[in-house]
């Protein structure tokens, strides 16, 4: 089964400040990857998805992430952070099969941005 | 815009009475889905709709069911809540997925669902 591990539970940084925050997955088969950012009391909206056209992807909000298979790794960045930034972070491997999709999230990574 | 929404945006009821959630789509997407999502976690999908056809997780309680009177609209009905069924609940749409398997789901912003 496929599955998706993010490190850190919460990532503190200051605004201007680079973001990263981390997720490795585990898949047999090339994976479909998808970031997911989510505000508080609010749905999940996409930040940004790997769709295997390239390596490194663009997002809304000025993210990027990139896929690295030999590290089995698809990081979220942001080379400097914002207020408005600070939120959930969740990435999921999907699962595809007739038809349906099925997300399978890591337990997700709280972005904290202080001044 | 296209849209998931869902009504309504917070929900109270008693222990052990019914109580049903619903959620619309503009998108015309086939496939809908229902996670529940509890507080510091991520969400955790309950069952999903591809067209009318129902295909419920293993692990989702007989508590939950769901209807599908329509393209767009699906609603949740759990029958005898508990204190443990207290959580946000979110609804999601898709494309069909087969053969594109990055097709990404869009998400309502949720019912927040406590229990007294």
């Known amino acids: 089964a496929q599955s998706v591990t993010q490190l850190g539970s919460h990532v503190s940084v200051s605004e201007g400040a680079l973001v990263l925050l981390r997720c490795n997955y585990s898949?047999?088969?090339?994976?479909?990857l998808f970031w997911y950012v989510q505000y508080p009391n609010q749905g999940l909206q996409l930040l940004l998805k790997?769709?295997?056209?390239?390596?490194l992807v663009k997002g809304i909000n000025g993210f990027e992430a990139e896929f690295k298979k030999s590290e089995t790794s698809f990081h979220l960045t942001k080379p400097s952070a914002h207020m408005s930034d600070a939120a959930e972070y969740f990435c999921a491997v999907s699962e595809s099969s007739a038809g349906f999709q099925k997300l399978v999230f890591g337990t997700g990574t709280r972005l904290l941005v202080s001044p | 815009d296209a849209m998931v929404i869902q009504n309504p945006r917070y929900q109270v009821t008693q222990f052990g009475k019914p109580v049903t959630l619903s959620c619309s789509q503009t998108l015309n997407h086939n496939v809908m889905y229902w996670y529940q999502q509890k507080s510091s976690q991520a969400p955790k999908l309950l069952f999903h709709?591809?067209?009318?056809?129902?295909?419920n997780e293993a692990d989702t309680p007989d508590n939950f069911q769901s209807r599908r009177p329509n393209t767009s609209f699906c609603f949740l009905d759990i029958r005898s809540p508990g204190l443990g069924d207290a959580a946000m609940y979110l609804c999601?749409?898709?494309?069909?997925?087969?053969?594109?398997?990055?097709?990404?789901?869009?998400f309502g912003d949720g019912t927040r669902l406590s229990i007294l």
């Open positions: 709709y591809y067209d009318k056809d129902f295909n």
């Open positions: 790997y769709t295997s056209a390239a390596t």
């Open positions: 999601a749409t898709s494309r069909d997925s087969r053969g594109r398997g990055n097709q990404p789901q869009h």
């Open positions: 898949s047999s088969v090339p994976p479909y």
